[in-house]
């Protein structure tokens, strides 16, 4: 029997997981759980509840370009990681409630995955029983298509690279802490990326959200990082953002680019408690169709500093509060702001 066999690689300072080796090739039936080395050798469709479990440390599974399907039965998984540390690749994961679930311990690792068309997520991390989430998973390489979500995240210290949605209801959404989202794609989804209330220091790096029809990334949740983002053409279904920060505080955007939105680059909003203490920096908001900066009523407390607004058709910098209601404004670089009084 062959083994797989890892190394890990630097890029941007990430530290990747790779995998090499020849598993044994392998049919297998449907609600089998596979613990050990194996490569399918040809489609899998399933009438059971999962189709396919993997159980690490030992489970390896390679589809091998093959896919597996669900037919014939409600709240069904695609394919179950659980244990720890069990792999899944290269493949198709299709028509089940659940594509991929990556349960239990966590340390699971599943890259080169198409999940497409579930009535729920394409992928999932959650615990088994009353466990709130699964943790520390890698997903590398993936792609979910007609799904209600993506990937959606609720566990801790999770690790996305290179991952796409499209066509799909929310791209990204997170619930938990610490994850890291870095160089994914989502794209003509009703939302981009979503950071749900109560999510806290995760870090979303390097990702697009392009022309999807409501915000391109909205944050719910406090003391987040967005870095180096770029939302592109979102709204195009309602008036909507780049970016949106509401009811949350201390999250940092820096860097990020917001241009030919439908509606706002970067907003900041108070709706049930005040949004206070947020920092925006460096950023750039240009060519879209409302403001490129705005800080609604209950924006408080916040600092806009050493960003760009430009070519935004209504201002390129607001502030609806009374005098900007203890918001900071400062070194930025515009053409039209309202009120001129206290932006800077």
Excluded at 71 to 88: F, P, R, S, Y
Excluded at 199 to 218: M, P, Q, R, S
Excluded at 273 to 282: A, C, D, I, K, P
Aim: proline share 1%.
């Amino acid at each position: 029997m062959g083994r797989i066999s890892s190394f890990s690689v630097w890029v941007g300072g990430v530290l990747i997981l790779l995998f090499q080796g020849s598993p044994l090739q392998a049919a297998v039936t449907c609600g089998k759980t596979i613990s050990e080395e194996v490569t399918l050798t040809e489609n899998v469709t399933c009438d059971t509840a999962t189709a396919l479990i993997v159980e690490g440390p030992g489970g390896q599974l390679n589809l091998g370009g093959h896919t597996v399907s669900c037919v014939g039965i409600e709240n069904t998984i695609g394919i179950l990681l659980v244990g720890e540390k069990a792999t899944l690749t290269h493949g198709t994961v299709a028509n089940c409630q659940l594509g991929v679930v990556a349960a239990d311990k966590g340390q699971h690792r599943i890259k080169e995955i198409i999940s497409r068309d579930h009535a729920s997520a394409g992928f999932s991390t959650r615990g088994l029983g009353i466990s709130l989430g699964s943790h520390q998973n890698f997903f590398i390489s993936n792609y979910a298509e007609n799904v209600t979500d993506g990937f959606n995240i609720n566990g801790n210290e999770n690790f996305l690279f290179n991952n796409t949605t499209v066509d799909s209801g929310r791209g990204f959404v997170v619930s938990q802490k610490k994850n890291t989202f870095t160089l994914n794609v989502a794209a003509n989804n009703d939302i981009g990326f979503f950071i749900h209330l109560g999510a806290e220091e995760n870090h979303v790096i390097k990702n697009l959200a392009d022309g999807n029809a409501f915000a391109g990334f909205e944050v719910e949740g406090n003391r987040n990082k967005l870095v180096k983002n770029r939302a592109i053409g979102n709204g195009r279904s309602m008036i909507d953002v780049g970016f949106r920060i509401i009811d949350a505080n201390e999250n940092f955007l820096a860097w990020n680019l917001s241009e030919k939105n439908i509606g706002i680059g970067f907003e900041i909003v108070g709706l049930f408690s005040r949004s206070e203490r947020n920092v925006l920096r460096g950023n750039v908001a240009q060519n879209n169709e409302q403001v490129g900066i705005a800080l609604q009523l209950f924006a408080e407390n916040n600092t806009v500093i050493e960003n760009t607004g430009k070519e935004n058709e209504i201002f390129d910098l607001q502030d609806a509060n009374p005098d900007c209601g203890g918001n900071h404004w400062s070194q930025n670089t515009f053409n039209t702001a309202d009120p001129e009084s206290c932006i800077h």
